[in-house]
């Protein structure tokens, strides 16, 4: 079955930095769309940013972009998510989601998964003024 594994949360100070990790396993993973989401208690999980299975194509929230940078390892099976400049109302847990179909259009996860897909457990990221 598709297990994604997230790794990489912590408390950090307004301005520091981290990556994040999602590593994926039961399926192809370089075929699949690849989202990173947030959610805060009493909210609902909010888009962060997004890549292609091909070719690169990223997106972002506009409260990230600039700050944030996605990427993913296919010989890893992994993807990442580079926060730097963080600021408090970045607080969240961030969740990893690997599309439903492969080989689909970056916009069925992105900026909502309207075609649903895989989530991961989730990481806490914390970050103090």
């Known amino acids: 079955q598709v297990q994604l594994v997230e790794s990489g949360g912590g408390l950090v100070q307004a301005g520091d930095s981290l990556r994040l990790s999602c590593a994926a396993s039961?399926?192809?993973?370089?075929?699949?769309?690849m989202g990173w989401f947030r959610q805060v208690p009493g909210k609902d999980r909010d888009f962060v940013a997004a890549?292609?299975?091909?070719?690169?194509?990223?997106l972002y929230a506009d409260s990230v972009r600039g700050r944030f940078t996605i990427s993913r390892d296919n010989s890893k099976n992994t993807v990442y998510l580079q926060m730097n400049s963080l600021k408090p109302e970045d607080t969240a847990v961030y969740y990893c989601?690997?599309?439903?179909?492969?080989?689909?259009?970056?916009?069925?996860?992105?900026?909502?998964?309207?075609?649903?897909?895989?989530w991961g457990q989730g990481t806490q990221v914390t970050v103090s003024s």
């Open positions: 989601l690997s599309a439903a179909a492969p080989f689909g259009e970056i916009g069925e996860i992105a900026p909502v998964p309207r075609m649903g897909g895989y």
């Open positions: 890549i292609s299975w091909i070719g690169g194509r990223t």
């Open positions: 039961g399926r192809t993973f370089r075929n699949y769309n």
